[in-house]
């Protein structure tokens, strides 16, 4: 390598360092080269697709997405010990949203460049080149269709092309050139097939977006404050801006006031709503579980057949059977009417109001239907607790109330199936339960 060479590689890989960022631009290590990746500028509103006669089944085939940002073409290449002088750079170019077809004209191109620009450096004119006149080159317009190129139809193509071929490779108008065209074996579409292709688009793009959005500085027009993207959020359907600490307080009242619904964007007239992951995202996770918990009522309230077991301390979810009135709840056997929430009466008229009631006073009277149910249930679980409480004793495993008719004192949850003690309420030995009875120490002696 002359002098002259090792000059001109160094002060080219260094200018490349200084001009480029590490995501663009890396410098190997153990050779000459390295590897550039090229992230193309998208027109607006740029759109993605895939054939409903594609080879390969996609469930999303025909649909269209529309996207701002495409995963980078990545350049891989090494110098030679007689670059610039004699030699062209040695290189790879990968892409994956590129067919093997249209990789393989631009490789064709970057040597026509190196042509151009024999005896100078040239990797500043092929990473130009790239970035800037890639999708015009190959005639890439929106919607651009993704393809994947047969591997069993291409020929590899060992010798360089020459600096005059051209050839009109399109993406939406060249996408109907033959794949059995020559293919360079410089060119790799690194990517198994169509549907994670799609998929790697799509999450390439949310992520750069996101990444977009955090750098830039926004207005909040609830505080009219400047901040960095990072410290604001967006609604997605309208893109509306505010910062999360403002946004953290209007949701916070919304919620405590039961206001799950309405947890809309704060422009007047705006009809977006904020998504529960952006949600989860600003309050406190009680706060959280409130909201999930109102707006999971909220839902099933709009469905016909599912009502709520009227029990305050419940509160499941009942799916109604069609042409009945009985709900039973499958957490606390609590039998209900569906129409008035009250106990189950079978074929008596419902009590759903407080002027059907003759126990009603005055002041019950004044309140309104739905109040009046909740007091009525209220004072129902009051009437169950205080009968448990004088015909019942607790489980002192599980808790659950169990009344005795008849029978020994050595007693079986119908919970837990522990057994225990009916005098002592002491929990007794599964294998040998009646040792607590014959023993004499015991204060429950011969009491069984």
């Known amino acids: 390598m002359s002098s002259e060479d090792r000059e001109a590689q160094e002060e080219e890989l260094l200018a490349l360092a200084n001009i480029y960022d590490g995501d663009e631009f890396r410098k190997a290590e153990s050779v000459q080269g390295g590897e550039i990746r090229i992230h193309l500028d998208l027109p607006q509103n740029f759109k993605i697709f895939v054939s409903g006669n594609s080879n390969e089944y996609l469930q999303n085939s025909g649909f269209e997405y529309a996207i701002c940002f495409l995963p980078p073409l990545v350049l891989n290449f090494e110098l030679p010990p007689d670059y610039p002088s004699t030699s062209p750079p040695s290189f790879t170019l990968s892409g994956k949203w590129l067919s093997p077809t249209q990789l393989s004209a631009v490789c064709r191109h970057l040597d026509r460049l190196w042509e151009e620009h024999r005896g100078s450096v040239v990797l500043f004119a092929w990473m130009q080149f790239l970035k800037e006149e890639t999708l015009a080159y190959l005639n890439i317009v929106s919607p651009f269709e993704l393809k994947m190129g047969s591997q069993k139809k291409v020929q590899r193509n060992t010798a360089q092309a020459s600096p005059t071929t051209e050839l009109d490779f399109g993406g939406a108008a060249g996408s109907d050139v033959d794949e059995e065209e020559v293919v360079d074996e410089r060119a790799v579409q690194d990517v198994e097939s169509l549907s994670s292709l799609i998929r790697e688009i799509l999450d390439f793009d949310q992520a750069q977006q996101i990444k977009s959005f955090n750098g830039k500085l926004f207005l909040c027009n609830i505080c009219f404050c400047e901040k960095l993207g990072s410290e604001c959020m967006y609604f997605m359907e309208c893109r509306h801006v505010y910062c999360k600490a403002c946004l953290k307080d209007y949701f916070e009242i919304q919620i405590r006031d039961g206001q799950v619904q309405y947890l809309n964007c704060p422009e007047p007239k705006c009809p977006s709503v904020a998504t529960p992951s952006q949600v989860k995202e600003l309050v406190e996770a009680e706060l959280f579980a409130r909201y999930d918990r109102l707006l999971l009522q909220s839902t099933l309230d709009q469905m016909a057949d599912v009502v709520c077991c009227p029990r305050l301390c419940c509160q499941l979810p009942v799916i109604q059977e069609p042409g009945c009135t009985m709900g039973i709840c499958s957490s606390c056997n609590f039998a209900f009417c569906t129409l008035c929430r009250l106990t189950y009466h079978g074929v008596s008229p419902c009590k759903g109001t407080a002027d059907d009631d003759p126990d009603a006073d005055e002041v019950n009277k004044r309140l309104s239907t739905s109040k009046y149910r909740r007091r009525k ?24 109330p169990i009344q005795k008719v008849e029978g020994c004192n050595k007693m079986t949850c119908p919970g837990c199936k522990g057994y225990f003690c009916w005098i002592c309420m002491n929990s007794l030995s599964q294998e040998r339960p009646y040792d607590h009875f014959s023993n004499p120490d015991s204060p429950c002696f011969k009491r069984c």
Do not use: H
């Not at 249930?377 to 659950?400: A, D, F, R, V």
């Open 377 to 400: 249930i209220k004072k129902e679980e009051m009437k169950s607790k205080q009968w448990l409480e004088n015909n019942s004793k607790s489980c002192p495993c599980c808790g659950t």
